[in-house]
C-alpha cells in the first residue's frame, strides 16, 4: 500500500506544476468506511474535486505494476521538467485520525519531495472539507502563503468564515419566531477526526469577541474513545436506520441530535420523538430545509426570476421529498448515482443544492447569482423590509456554505441557523412531509452488462422487455404512489432494486416481483 501513497504524492506535485505552482491537496483518510481500510481523495486548484484528465491517469498510474509505473513517472518528469522550468509544486496534505495515517501521510510528502523538491503543507488532523476549502482559499489569496506556513492562519480563516456566516444568519431571525429554550445538540463525530475539527472550532468561537448564539453542542464518541465509524457516524444511522451507540431515548430525549461521518464530509440529524422512536433526517431533509429556506428568500428579495436554482437528486431520492420541492416550485433535477456527477448537475445551476440521503452535500452559487445578489443589496433603499431581510438572509447562507465540497460542519451550522430562524424543531421539520416507505436490495445475476440505464439511471434502456416488466408490476401493484428502477451496481457483480409505494406492503411486493424478473431476463 506504501508506493500507492507515494504515487499520489507524486501525482499532486505533477498536477500542481501543470496549473503553474498553485497549491493541490491531498487528504489521507478512507471516510466512512471500516477503521484498518486506507484511502486517499486528491483535491484540484480550485478546492474541488480532481478534473477527469487528472483523475483518468490517476487510475492508470497506481493500477499499474511498479516497474511500469516508475517508467511512466520518469518519461512524466522528463516532459515536466523540460516544458516547467523554475515551477516549484505544492502540496496541502491532510489526515484523519486512523493509526495508520501519519505513516501513509509520510509516504505521500516523501513523493512530493521527489518531485523538483516540492514543498508540503501540513494541516495534521482534519475534516476533509476543511482541507478542499483551504486549497481554494490558499489559491485564491485569502489566506497567507508566505513560508514559513502556518497551519493556524489557514484552519482559523475557515473557522472565521464559518462562524461570521453562522452569525449573519442568526441576525436575521424575526421577532415573530419564537424558539424553545432548551437549543442543545448532541454530535456523534463516528470516533472520527470531526471531533478534532469542531473541538477547535468551539475553542476559536469562545476565543472570538464576538457573542454566539446560545446552541450548546455536545461532542459525543470522540476520536480515539472508540475505533473509527463502529457502529456509530451518518453512514451507520442513515444505512442501517439505527441510532449510533451510545445514544439512547432515556438520556437523549427532546435534545436534537446528529452524526457526522469519520472524515466529516457527511451529515444527518436525528432525534427521539415524545413516543420514544428515534427518527432520522437524513440528507433529503436536509436538501428540503436549505432549498426551501433559499427559495423562499429569492422570492421575497424578487431575485426568482433573476438566477437559475434548482434541487439535484439521485433516483435514491425518496418521491415524497421530490415532491415537497416541487410544491414549492423549486426544480428537482435527476443526476446519476455518485457525488461527482451531482456536483457536476448542480454547477449547471445559478443556485444548485445538492445532498444524497447519506448526508454528503453543499450548496452551489454561481458567479452569475453573487454578482446578481450584491447588485440587489446595493440597490436596496430598505422601503421593503422582507427584501431586506430576505437579501440579508441570502448574503448570509451564500458566505456560510462550503462551496467546495460537502462539508458536515458547514452544512450542520447551516441547518442549525434555519432551523433558529425559522422558529423550528425537530418534530417541526420531521412534519414538513412523510416519507414513502421504500427498500433497497441487490440481486446476484451472472452478467451485469446486460443492462444499460438511461442517464439518471430511472429507467432502463436495455434489457427493453425487463424494463416493460417492471413498469406492468408497479402499474398492478401502486399506480399512483409505486415507484421502481433498476440499475448494475458499479463495485459488484449484482442488480440493486430500489422501490418505494405507499404501503410497506406494496414495496415488498414490488421488490419481489421485480427480482424474479430480473432472474428471468438476465440468467
Not at 80 to 104: A, E, F, Q, W, Y
Not at 184 to 189: K, Y
Request: with cysteine; net charge negative; glycine share 8%.
Amino acid at each position: 500500500m506504501h508506493p500507492l501513497f507515494l504515487t499520489v504524492g507524486i501525482l499532486a506535485a505533477f498536477r500542481s506544476i501543470s496549473v503553474g505552482g498553485k497549491c493541490i491537496g491531498v487528504m489521507i483518510t478512507a471516510s466512512h468506511n471500516d477503521e484498518p481500510d486506507n484511502g486517499v481523495k486528491i483535491v484540484d486548484a480550485d478546492g474541488g474535486m480532481l478534473v477527469h484528465e487528472w483523475e483518468t491517469l490517476a487510475e492508470k498510474w497506481v493500477n499499474l505494476p511498479i516497474d511500469e509505473r516508475v517508467a511512466q513517472i520518469e518519461s512524466h518528469l522528463q516532459t515536466v521538467t523540460s516544458s516547467n522550468p523554475g515551477i516549484k509544486p505544492v502540496v496541502m496534505v491532510g489526515m484523519d485520525t486512523r493509526p495508520h495515517s501519519p505513516i501513509l501521510l509520510d509516504f505521500v510528502t516523501t513523493g512530493v519531495a521527489a518531485i523538483m523538491n516540492g514543498t508540503s503543507s501540513n494541516l495534521g488532523e482534519v475534516i476533509t472539507p476543511l482541507l478542499h476549502f483551504s486549497v481554494m482559499a490558499f489559491n485564491k489569496g485569502l489566506v497567507d502563503a508566505s513560508e514559513p506556513f502556518s497551519r493556524e492562519n489557514v484552519v482559523n480563516y475557515y473557522y472565521r468564515t464559518q462562524f461570521e456566516g453562522f452569525q449573519k444568519l442568526l441576525n436575521t431571525k424575526g421577532s415573530t419566531h419564537q424558539t424553545a429554550d432548551s437549543r442543545s445538540l448532541i454530535l456523534d463525530t463516528a470516533y472520527g477526526v470531526g471531533s478534532q475539527t469542531v473541538g477547535e472550532f468551539l475553542s476559536f468561537v469562545s476565543n472570538s469577541r464576538n457573542t454566539v448564539h446560545p446552541w450548546a453542542i455536545e461532542l459525543r464518541n470522540r476520536a480515539r474513545e472508540g475505533v473509527v465509524n463502529h457502529e456509530c457516524g451518518a453512514e451507520h444511522a442513515q444505512k442501517l436506520q439505527l441510532p449510533p451507540c451510545n445514544f439512547t431515548a432515556e438520556k437523549d430525549g427532546n435534545r436534537l441530535l446528529c452524526s457526522f461521518d469519520g472524515d466529516g464530509d457527511r451529515i444527518v440529524f436525528h432525534f427521539y420523538a415524545a413516543s420514544g422512536k428515534w427518527v432520522l433526517l437524513d440528507g433529503d431533509r436536509i436538501a428540503c430545509l436549505v432549498s426551501s429556506f433559499i427559495h423562499k428568500s429569492l422570492v421575497e428579495a424578487s431575485l426568482a426570476d433573476q438566477v437559475n436554482m434548482g434541487i439535484v437528486q439521485t433516483a435514491y431520492a425518496n418521491g415524497s421529498s421530490s415532491a415537497f420541492l416541487r410544491s414549492f416550485g423549486v426544480p428537482v433535477v435527476l443526476a446519476k448515482t455518485g457525488v461527482k456527477y451531482l456536483h457536476h448537475k448542480a454547477q449547471s445551476l445559478d443556485v444548485g443544492v445538492y445532498f444524497e440521503a447519506n448526508g454528503h452535500g453543499t450548496v452551489l452559487f454561481s458567479d452569475h447569482f453573487r454578482n446578481v445578489l450584491a447588485a440587489a443589496v446595493a440597490s436596496d433603499n430598505g422601503d421593503s423590509a422582507v427584501k431586506s431581510l430576505a437579501l440579508r438572509r441570502l448574503d448570509a447562507i451564500a458566505s456560510l456554505i462550503n462551496p467546495t465540497v460537502g462539508d458536515a460542519l458547514s452544512d450542520m451550522l447551516c441547518t442549525l441557523a434555519i432551523l433558529e430562524v425559522e422558529g423550528m424543531d425537530a418534530a417541526n421539520w420531521n412534519a414538513v412531509f412523510t416519507e414513502l416507505p421504500s427498500k433497497q436490495v441487490k440481486v446476484a445475476v451472472k452478467d451485469k452488462s446486460q443492462l444499460r440505464c438511461t442517464e439518471d439511471e430511472t429507467r432502463l434502456v436495455e434489457p427493453h422487455a425487463l424494463q416493460e416488466a417492471i413498469d406492468r408490476i408497479v402499474q398492478a401493484v401502486d399506480s399512483s404512489h409505486g415507484r421502481c428502477f433498476v440499475r448494475p451496481s458499479g463495485t459488484e457483480d449484482v442488480v440493486r432494486i430500489y422501490a418505494e409505494a405507499l404501503a410497506e406492503g406494496s414495496v415488498d411486493r414490488i421488490v419481489d416481483e421485480v427480482r424474479q424478473a430480473i432472474l428471468a431476463h438476465c440468467s
